[in-house]
């Protein structure tokens, strides 16, 4: 028919291919990829393109709003599932642990040395302190606190929290101590990455606190004649815990960094770029957790030999050493 | 909307309604084409993303926040129905297993969800919005991490300082505290790409991708022989309404009642002076005019000439 408008004639040619891109969309938004079939996969990038142009088309020669607003949307959908990420969930959690991770720490090493001097930093300050002078443990602790291990406590009561007698525990009773353990750890790790954004001033102060922590309490078993026995009470999950709370400062003087020091690039972009290796780092102080918690409520409580003690640490600290910074191999793919 | 030639506000014979009314709706075009983005696809194709707006933003996070606080107390009730059939022992291990679920629902499940084909939690699912790279490349993984991770500044903090309280000097630092860390809460209401601090550090946006329906062409109706030949419309009258008139009679033919069409008919045919034929529905007649309308302003947009509305009168 003559009659008709332009638009509409060029609506009618086209609308049985949008509608087509319409329904591979739909279903691959609601049942995941792999359920199209393979002449839906193929038949994608042409009924894309077209409807793309047809888009173009569409915005100069018709005024209908609704055709102007499906195909705006239906290139928006289309655009990001032909461009989106096509890899799965378990393929990005191989390639996380394979190489995101490691790559994001190794190349991250002058972040990390800040972080750990900010840490141990602050742990040897309070454990000198406090060797010369006791009261400086109240001062950074308050009172009340770490279950009676405080300089007052007699050497015999130190040593009974450094070992666990075996009849001593209820079963369920560890796995709700490094639950809460590891919850609260975690979140002190996120939280120190994503204070980095204020050019890392308060990541800084969270790990200086953190290591004063630990060096004072440090400070009461070394005064006591513990310190071996402690060190081995603190490392055998401390290893991983302390350098996963290293690498969280780390992820936050990153971002700090760049969105201090942005150099070449623009304060956006900048922050862009540092923000996803620092949240790569993150991500993976949150695993070292998990293991650090499962470390501490079963490792420590099980094992009572200083001796398996320090060879669990050692081992943890040579395994994350290695995973971390020896080179491997480029990806042939 | 491409750029459109100015217009004067005020034109002699505009009544001063009209010109405030008119101003009203160039304003609210202006803030809308603030909030659009263009995204030139490898094709070479543009395609415009509509931000999504700081108060839309909010209400997918409310849903959002509503559906994890369900997830927990439900599992909550549910572990504490297991545990209490079991002993001691079985409780703290609920209680652990619990602890962990928790963080993981607080601090994962925007991740999970993002991390997905949509890009898009539940609550942002309701409200047709998603995530998208700022650059127009894909969104990765890291980036949904890293936009995720920073939400405890932006929501942990405020909410930290707040609860904390204390004697007098505590209680200015908790003041001092709670301003410091709005800034970061109320980051996305003071950029114009409204921006969490996540989607700065991220790289990403949040755009509106509604899902939209493909409806009958309202000209198909009309184009039918029996009403085509019934109802002829001279220049005059198809050049009476612009292009923004179109669009709302487009609207008023899509999904207004019976009386708003009628009242819409009926200030038509004044303007345009069109005297009823015999047995005429105000359906009928503003379909038929519709496509008239539409004619005549395609072929003059084919000509490079847009007639944005009916003051546009060149």
């Known amino acids: ?333 | 909307m491409s750029a459109k030639p100015p217009v004067p506000l005020r034109r002699p014979g505009l009544s001063m309604e009209a010109a405030v009314q008119r101003r009203a709706r160039m304003a609210e075009e202006m803030r809308l084409a603030k909030m659009t983005r263009r995204l030139v696809t490898p094709e070479g194709a543009a395609i415009q993303l509509k931000l999504a707006s700081a108060s839309e933003r909010a209400g997918a996070f409310l849903i959002d926040v509503a559906i994890q606080w369900a997830i927990v107390i439900a599992t909550l009730l549910g572990l504490g129905a297991i545990a209490s059939a079991m002993s001691n022992g079985g409780a703290n291990f609920a209680f652990a297993f619990w602890m962990v679920f928790f963080f993981f629902v607080r601090n994962f499940y925007y991740i999970f969800f993002e991390i997905g084909q949509r890009a898009a939690t539940p609550g942002k699912r309701i409200l047709g919005l998603r995530v998208a790279a700022r650059d127009g490349g894909r969104l990765t993984a890291n980036s949904v991490l890293a936009r995720n991770f920073i939400r405890e500044i932006e929501i942990g903090l405020p909410f930290q300082f707040a609860l904390m309280g204390g004697d007098q000097f505590g209680a200015w630092m908790a003041l001092f505290g709670l301003l410091w860390s709005g800034v970061f809460l109320l980051f996305p209401v003071f950029n114009k790409d409204k921006m969490r601090v996540g989607d700065l550090i991220a790289g990403t946006w949040v755009i509106r991708a509604p899902k939209a329906k493909l409806m009958d062409d309202i000209t198909s109706a009309a184009a039918r022989p029996e009403t085509a030949s019934r109802f002829a419309f001279t220049q005059v009258q198809t050049d009476a309404y612009g292009i923004h008139e179109l669009h709302v009679l487009e609207d008023v033919l899509r999904q207004s009642t019976q009386e708003i069409k009628a009242q819409v008919a009926a200030r038509i045919r004044t303007k345009i002076g069109w005297t009823p034929i015999v047995g005429e529905t105000d359906l009928a007649f503003l379909e038929a005019y519709y496509a008239a309308l539409r004619r005549r302003l395609e072929q003059r947009m084919l000509l490079g000439d847009r007639k944005t509305d009916k003051y546009d009168s060149r």
């Open chain 1, 1 to 333: 028919m003559t009659d008709l408008l332009k638009s509409y004639r060029f609506r009618e040619e086209r609308q049985s291919d949008w509608q087509k891109l319409d329904l591979i969309l739909t279903k691959a938004e609601n049942n995941g990829v792999r359920n199209l079939s393979d002449e839906q996969m193929l038949a994608l990038p042409r009924l894309y393109r077209q409807a793309v142009s047809s888009l173009s088309v569409a915005r100069s020669i018709s005024l209908d709003q609704n055709v102007i607003n499906y195909l705006e949307s239906l290139c928006t959908r289309a655009y990001f599932f032909v461009y989106g990420a096509r890899t799965t969930l378990g393929e990005r959690m191989m390639q996380f642990l394979r190489r995101d991770w490691p790559a994001a720490v190794s190349s991250s090493l002058l972040a990390t040395v800040l972080s750990a001097l900010f840490f141990f930093g602050g742990a040897m300050l309070a454990f000198f302190l406090c060797l010369q002078d006791m009261d400086w443990f109240w001062t950074f602790n308050g009172h009340s606190f770490f279950d009676g291990r405080n300089p007052d406590a007699t050497v015999e009561y130190l040593r009974g929290t450094i070992y666990t007698d075996p009849s001593d525990h209820g079963d369920g009773q560890l796995s709700a101590f490094s639950s809460f353990l590891f919850n609260n750890n975690a979140q002190i790790a996120l939280f120190a990455f994503a204070l980095g954004f204020a050019f890392g001033i308060p990541t800084a102060w969270l790990l200086v606190y953190n290591g004063v922590m630990i060096g004072s309490m440090y400070a009461v078993f070394w005064d006591k004649g513990l310190g071996y026995e402690f060190t081995g009470w603190l490392m055998i999950h401390g290893v991983t815990e302390l350098s996963a709370i290293v690498l969280a400062g780390a992820a936050g003087f990153i971002i700090g960094g760049a969105v201090a020091f942005p150099g070449g690039h623009t304060r956006l972009a900048s922050a862009r770029l540092a923000g996803q290796r620092a949240a790569t780092i993150a991500m993976g102080c949150v695993l070292m957790l998990i293991i650090a918690a499962i470390l501490e409520g079963f490792g420590r409580q099980l094992i009572n030999s200083d001796e398996i003690r320090y060879a669990v640490a050692g081992g943890t600290l040579v395994f994350w050493l290695v995973y971390f910074y020896v080179p491997r191999k480029a990806p042939s793919a």
